[in-house]
T-cell receptor, first 115, second 112 residues
Framework: GAVVSQHPSWVICKSGTSVKIECRSL??????MFWYRQFPKQSLMLMAT?????????EQGVEKDKFLINHASLTLSTLTVTSAHPEDSSFYIC???????????FGPGTRLTVL | QKEVEQDPGPLSVPEGAIVSLNCTYS??????FMWYRQYSRKGPELLMY????GNKEDGRFTAQVDKSSKYISLFIRDSQPSDSATYLC????????????FGSGTKLNVKP
């Protein structure tokens, strides 16, 4: 089956610093990658969709200057949370799909805690 | 009104019971229906994927789609404590595969 990895699995940082999260598709080429955010006991909230080599498309209400997304290759997308604040603390999950699939495969998630 | 409605539970059942998890939706354009299982502090894992109406079976899991009622179900037979997790339904429309609409998830607890 399709495998998606994320790194790091958890990170703690100080307020004001930037944090980069990597999402990799290990055994397929991900033409599209997605970034979600999940608060405790809530469902996934789509933040943005990125296609390889293109700018990401952000959902309404998501600050693109704060959540920088780069999809430089068919197997790697990164999410950088810039100038992180405690309210950015959350569980960030990426997913990926290729052109032939009608579904998404999720990574294991990254828990971000901003002190 | 949310696009997808799902009872958050929690649903608690004894080991061996048949579990029924459900979602309703409002958008008749949805054609692709997925069920994901999510353990605590982990990413969702794809369990079942169906297109349009009908049933699909995979081991102890059966997914049903009733498009006329805009209702989907996931049945788990012979439930095990290891099935304890949150189950998310997701769906997308034809021609817009990448836009997923998720239910809020149902937390299932299977007691040994």
């Amino acid at each position: 089956g399709a495998v998606v990895s994320q790194h790091p699995s958890w990170v703690i940082c100080k307020s004001g610093t930037s944090v980069k999260i990597e999402c990799r598709s290990l055994d397929f080429q991900a033409t599209t990658m997605f970034w979600y955010r999940q608060f405790p006991k809530q469902s996934l909230m789509l933040m943005a969709t990125s296609n390889e080599g293109s700018k990401a498309t952000y959902e309404q209400g998501v600050e693109k200057d704060k959540f920088l997304i780069n999809h430089a290759s068919l197997t790697l997308s990164t999410l950088t949370v810039t100038s992180a604040h405690p309210e950015d603390s959350s569980f960030y999950i990426c997913s990926a799909s290729d052109y032939s699939e009608d579904t998404q495969y999720f990574g294991p998630g990254t828990r971000l805690t901003v002190l | 009104q949310k696009e997808v409605e799902q009872d958050p539970g929690p649903l608690s059942v004894p080991e061996g019971a048949i579990v029924s998890l459900n979602c309703t939706y409002s958008n008749s354009a949805f054609q692709y229906f997925m069920w994901y299982r999510q353990y605590s502090r982990k990413g969702p894992e794809l369990l079942m994927y169906t297109y349009s109406s009908g049933n699909k079976e995979d081991g102890r899991f059966t997914a049903q789609v009733d498009k006329s009622s805009k209702y989907i179900s996931l049945f788990i037979r012979d439930s095990q404590p290891s099935d304890s997790a949150t189950y998310l339904c997701a769906m997308s429309a034809l021609g817009n595969f990448n836009k997923f609409y998720f239910g809020s998830g149902t937390k299932l607890n299977v007691k040994p």
